[in-house]
C-alpha cells in the first residue's frame, strides 16, 4: 500500500524553481516528522529538509535560504518550494516519514515510511 507519493519532479535550468509535494495518509501526516531526502548517481542519500507535526523545520546546509519546506495539514501534504537551483541539485528526491528525527537523521535505512522518488535534474 503506497502511502507516500511524491509529484513536481522535472527538468529546469539553473536559476529556477520546482514546487515538489509529498501526499500523505492523515494518520502518517498527523503523527511524524516528514522530510526530503536526495540521493544523485554515485553519491549519499542526503536529508535536505524535514518538518514535524508542529511545523518546526530543519534544512541542509547545502540548500539553506533556497529551499522551503512547509505543511498543508487540511490536504495532508508537506511541500518543498526549490528555488535558485543548481546543476548540483539534481538527484532523485524521496519524501518519507517516521515518528524520530533521530532517526531519520542518522539512520535513515530505519526509517518507516517513503515515496516512490521524483526526479529533479537542474541543467546549467
Known amino acids: 500500500q503506497v502511502q507516500l507519493v511524491e509529484s513536481g519532479g522535472g527538468l529546469v535550468q539553473a536559476g529556477g524553481s520546482l514546487r515538489l509535494s509529498c501526499a500523505a495518509s492523515?494518520?502518517?501526516?498527523?503523527?511524524?516528522?516528514v522530510g526530503w531526502y536526495r540521493q544523485a548517481p554515485g553519491k549519499q542519500r542526503e536529508l535536505v529538509a524535514t518538518i514535524t507535526s508542529r511545523g518546526t523545520t530543519t534544512y541542509a546546509d547545502s540548500v539553506k535560504g533556497r529551499f522551503t519546506i512547509s505543511r498543508d495539514n487540511p490536504k495532508n501534504t508537506v511541500n518543498l518550494q526549490m528555488n535558485s537551483l543548481k546543476p548540483e541539485d539534481t538527484a532523485v528526491y524521496y519524501c518519507a516519514a517516521d515518528r524520530l528525527l533521530p532517526t531519520m537523521r542518522v539512520v535513515p535505512s530505519m526509517v518507516s515510511y517513503w515515496g516512490q522518488g521524483t526526479q529533479v535534474t537542474v541543467s546549467s
Open positions: 492523515r494518520s502518517i501526516f498527523s503523527r511524524n516528522v
